[in-house]
């Protein structure tokens, strides 16, 4: 189905709309962040809520209007007192009265008179705006409205309030909202009729039309029935999408794997531990959707350490099992070397045949590699992801593991399942994730957990200093770097555009040197790939002892004898980032200890962030809390990836309606997978109500 031509008010161009030439059509472009070259539409003025609403409605005497209430007042007009000639800056003040007392109306640089013919001296005028107070006296200076008493009807009393940008006046977009508002088309109802009188919701034009135009001011309230609908119908969107995408990756595409517990049992029986309850059942898992005829397609989640890469090695080897192979992918050449390191023994030991794959590798060495994919010698091939994506031939590639990939979104799912027909997919995230975030932005797949950690990890003991005891933080270093520890010193990174009293690894490096000499390296993201190996590697050798770096150290380095993490500046990361840090340390046998430097003065919200990392190792309560702390875009860094945000549903308030938007897209799927007939074409009509017609051409002919 083509978009429904009953949307097409909504999707017309801003500039076909009265009032709008180019210059505001840019800017709301603009504000509304339309995608790269597309101009805004009248649906994104729709979509575009009120923060609040200004209540009129309070018609009480001048002897109850209070300081800072917005009022309407039916006012005498008393006498005028224009600014003394050549004193502009002296404001217009007009005298009115009622019953109950009296009082003024101020107007700054009033001019051409108009405040005279708008309040003539001895008429009646409503005026509506906020009291203030000045020398004693009440005011209101420059009223909202001044309208006359037969024109009362024009008064709006309850005026919603938008979010505004430079240029835009709140009066302006008023005026486009009323227009779109006016010309909504009357939609198909998606939503069940037992639903709807279940919650007493409107139909999702009388939603709009409340919100936009409320006549009370509990109808525009977040929790009123209204934005409860919208709210529901911007998650409804998202779900059904994500059940679409999830459709098309599973559906029977996958093959029904078997295995003959060989392989899996002798890397077992070569783990120096024995695994964990949670990694059993993840392991379980993943082997119950391998061996069904749907594919796989799932989120595998674990704290920092919580050991994700053994449940990985457990599905390549029970894939092996049945024949295929494995491509495991990390974001960078660092992270794909050290799994390597860390797969090479174990496979060797369980006779599997693995090669690390990288874009630096001269073709020479490369060439035998590609044969040995190519003929199915080699079972498991570890890499970044630019590297599968340049034409490497698997003879039989059965499991895609994609390893520490929150930024992995849709897009890329859909991009991965294209290629591999039937290839299974595990993606994991050691970014604990939220379950209102796992529902939209993984709601396609399956979720495994390890909550636990592997046993016998010492606590990590956290301590939040001041810059100002750097002296002290460098002798109880120095001590302990002598007694055989070695130690992180993260510093953030720094744009060069920001002119920030802010140290930067290169400055901290310097510093550092003088103290520690050539016991010290430095690591940031702008070295060569080969660079920052050889001194990764220098480390892990315990021939550096400390290792200034900025993030780039952030996931996956494996250096269990480090046992110090010092980030400077802890103020300027975020609670993920933190926490993410810290699990670089902890990894060994001995005590742990990370100290978050921070610079004075702190805010009390950076205090709270810092505190809640002191406080708690569990991932899963520290991205619930940053959740609370910075709202939802910034947990998952959605910014950079272009994940989407909510512009109808606020999460902290609409949240539960997820679970519903959930369960129903899944029930409405499965009963109508190729959403025809009349509530088909509804749902349809959904999707591209919140742009997600990505979706539509996905469907399965009827
Ligand atoms: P993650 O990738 O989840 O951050 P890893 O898989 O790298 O964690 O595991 C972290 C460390 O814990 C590794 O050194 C690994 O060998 C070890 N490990 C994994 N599982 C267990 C277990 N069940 N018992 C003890 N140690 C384990
Ligand atoms: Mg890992």
């Known amino acids: 189905m083509s978009r429904p031509s009953t949307l097409d008010p909504l999707f017309r161009s801003l500039q076909s709309i009265k009032g709008v030439g180019p210059q505001l059509a840019a800017l709301l472009t603009r504000y509304f962040g339309a995608p790269e070259g597309q101009e805004a539409i009248a649906l994104d003025i729709l979509m575009h809520m009120p923060s609040g609403v200004v209540d009129r409605s309070r018609q009480v005497g001048i002897a109850e209007a209070y300081l800072g209430q917005v ?43 108009w405040v005279e013919k708008a309040l003539p001296v001895g008429e009646q005028r409503y005026v509506s705006g906020k009291i203030d107070f000045f020398n004693g006296e009440k005011q209101i200076t420059h009223p909202d409205y001044v309208v006359e008493v037969d024109k009362f ?118 783990l120096p531990f024995a695994l964990t309850a949670g990694q059993e059942q993840a392991i379980a898992e993943i082997r119950d959707d391998l061996a069904s005829s749907d594919r796989m397609s799932r989120l595998l989640q674990g704290d920092v350490g919580a050991g994700k890469t053994v449940v990985a090695l457990m599905a390549m080897a029970a894939m092996a099992e049945s024949g295929a192979q494995s491509a495991m992918m990390a974001p960078t050449e660092l992270l794909a070397s050290q ?16 090669v690390l794959l990288t874009g630096k590798m001269p073709a020479a060495e490369r060439r035998p590699i590609l044969a040995g994919l190519a003929s199915g010698e080699i079972t498991i091939a570890v890499g970044t992801h630019a590297l599968f994506q340049s034409g490497v031939e698997f003879k039989d590639l059965g499991l895609t593991v994609v390893d520490e990939q929150h930024r992995f979104g849709v897009h890329q799912r859909l991009a991965l399942s294209d290629k591999g027909r039937h290839t299974d997919l595990l993606v994991m995230t050691a970014t604990p994730i939220p379950r209102t975030l796992v529902l939209t932005h993984f709601g396609d797949m399956e979720v495994s957990v390890l909550r636990e950690k592997p046993k016998g990890r010492q606590p990590i003991d956290t301590a939040v200093l001041s810059i100002g005891d750097y002296p002290r933080v460098i002798q109880r270093l120095k001590t302990r770097i002598e007694e055989g520890a070695q130690a992180f010193w993260v510093c953030p990174l720094v744009e060069e555009s920001e002119h920030l009293d802010v140290v930067s690894a290169e400055d901290r490096f310097a510093e550092l040197r003088k103290v520690f000499g050539d016991q010290v390296a430095l690591i940031h993201g702008r070295m060569s790939a080969a660079a920052k190996q050889e001194t990764m590697q220098r480390f892990s050798t315990n021939e550096v002892k400390l290792l200034v770096a ?38 060994g046998a001995q005590r742990s200890a990370c100290l978050l430097l921070y610079k004075d003065p702190l805010s009390e919200t950076a205090k709270a962030r810092l505190e809640t990392i002191k406080g708690t190792e569990d991932g899963f309560e520290i991205a619930e809390r940053d959740l609370e702390l910075r709202g939802q875009g910034d947990v998952l860094g959605t910014r950079q990836s272009g994940m989407p945000g909510y512009r109808l549903a606020v999460p902290d308030v609409h949240r539960h309606l997820l679970d519903y938007a959930h369960d129903d897209a899944k029930a409405a799927f499965a009963a109508n997978p190729s959403l025809t007939g009349p509530d088909g074409e509804a749902l349809q009509t959904l999707l591209y109500l919140f742009r997600k017609d990505l979706a539509i051409p996905l469907l399965r002919a009827g």
């Not at 007009?94 to 019953?99: G, I, R, T």
């Not at 799994?339 to 693995?354: E, M, N, R, Y």
Request: with cysteine; net charge positive; charged share 20%.
């Open 153 to 270: 009807a024009t008064l709006p009393l309850v005026e919603p309030v938008y979010p505004l940008t430079q240029g835009l006046s709140s009066k302006a977009l008023t005026k486009l909202t009323r227009q779109i508002i006016e010309t909504l088309p009357e939609l198909p109802e998606w939503i069940p009729p037992a639903t709807l009188s279940h919650f007493n919701w409107p139909t999702f034009g009388n939603a709009m039309r409340s919100v936009h135009t409320p006549t009370n001011p509990a109808e525009a309230e977040l929790w009123a029935p209204a934005r409860m609908r919208l709210a529901y119908d911007e998650y409804l969107a998202g779900q059904l999408t994500l059940q679409i995408v999830r459709s098309t990756m599973v559906a029977a595409r996958g093959i029904a794997r078997t295995f003959t517990g060989e392989i899996t049992s002798r890397v077992l029986s070569t």
């Open 339 to 354: 799994h390597f390191k860390t797969l090479k023994p174990l496979c060797d030991a369980a006779g599997l045949g693995c």
């Open 550 to 587: 900025t993030t780039v150290i952030e996931v996956g380095v494996d250096v269990p004898n480090a046992s110090i993490m010092i980030i400077e500046h802890a103020e300027r990361f975020g609670l993920a980032q933190l926490h993410q840090l810290r699990g670089r340390v902890g990894r």
């Open 71 to 113: 009022v309407t007042l039916l006012l005498h007009i008393d006498r005028h007192q224009p600014p003394p000639r050549g004193k502009p800056q002296v404001p217009h003040r007009v005298f009115a009265h009622d019953e109950t007392g009296e009082m003024q109306l101020v107007f700054f640089r009033a001019q051409g008179g």
